[in-house]
């Protein structure tokens, strides 16, 4: 069956430019975690979904990072005025429910020049 | 918060030999500790994982071991093969409300030498 998807796979984008990550869990996931890895580190939690509400986002850097899930399936992460420093791999997981495995997905790598 | 730390942070062995990657963490509150596998360019694959009720978890060449008044937690590949070559990752998660957040150790990058 189908795994954790992330879109792009790939983003490069100016500093000061805002960015859309987009992930599609598997489905009926009703849990959905966000995390970064940074070159050469474990990934860091980001943000936790139990539906379509963000049950955790106490790992989120400052305010200009943002995500949803209005659905409760899909979410998207989003980065306002990038800085070099935001760049790394950002990591979509899923689980089946809050307290089983998590599935990642493959991530999207972001640069921003 | 949890701190998980994680060595060797690169491991070189000869194919069929046995690698063993350690972690400890923390927060006594930790009852959840995943392994993932990640190979370049890929996200992490959940290879094993054990929960604090349990003091071992063995499968096929795999087995992971706990030690919860130590705090640390063993990752056991033997028949090591080349296609174990990856980055290894461990985590720890309360695995409690409100869902199962994971702190990771910083990984061990794996060769195996034919």
């Known amino acids: 069956g189908a795994g954790v998807s992330q879109t792009p796979s790939n983003k490069v984008t100016e500093k000061g430019k805002y960015v859309e990550l987009r992930c599609d869990p598997i489905s009926g996931h009703t849990a959905l975690y966000w995390y970064r890895q940074s070159l050469g580190q474990g990934p860091e939690f980001l943000i936790y979904?139990?539906?379509?509400?963000?049950?955790?986002d106490s790992g989120l850097p400052n305010d200009r990072f943002f995500a949803v899930r209005p659905e409760g399936s899909v979410s998207t992460l989003k980065i306002q005025r990038t800085e070099r420093g935001d760049s790394a791999v950002y990591l979509c997981?899923?689980?089946?429910?809050?307290?089983?495995?998590?599935?990642f997905g493959q991530g999207t790598r972001l640069t921003v020049v | 918060g949890e701190n998980v730390e994680q060595h060797p942070s690169t491991l070189s062995v000869q194919e069929g030999d046995s690698a063993v990657i350690k972690c400890t963490y923390s927060d006594s509150a930790s009852n959840y500790f995943p392994w993932y596998k990640q190979e370049l360019g890929k996200g992490p694959q959940l290879i094993i994982d054990?929960?604090?009720?349990?003091g071992e978890k063995k499968d096929q060449r795999i087995a992971v071991t706990l030690n919860k008044t130590a705090k640390h937690f063993s990752l056991h590949i033997t028949e090591t093969q080349p296609e174990d070559s990856a980055v290894y990752f461990c985590?720890?998660?309360?695995?409690?409300?409100?869902?199962?957040?994971?702190?990771f150790g910083g990984g061990t990058r794996l060769m195996v030498k034919p």
């Open positions: 979904f139990q539906g379509t509400g963000a049950a955790d």
């Open positions: 997981a899923s689980s089946p429910r809050r307290d089983t495995e998590a599935f």
């Open positions: 054990i929960r604090s009720n349990v």
């Open positions: 985590a720890a998660s309360p695995l409690e409300w409100p869902g199962n957040m994971l702190t």
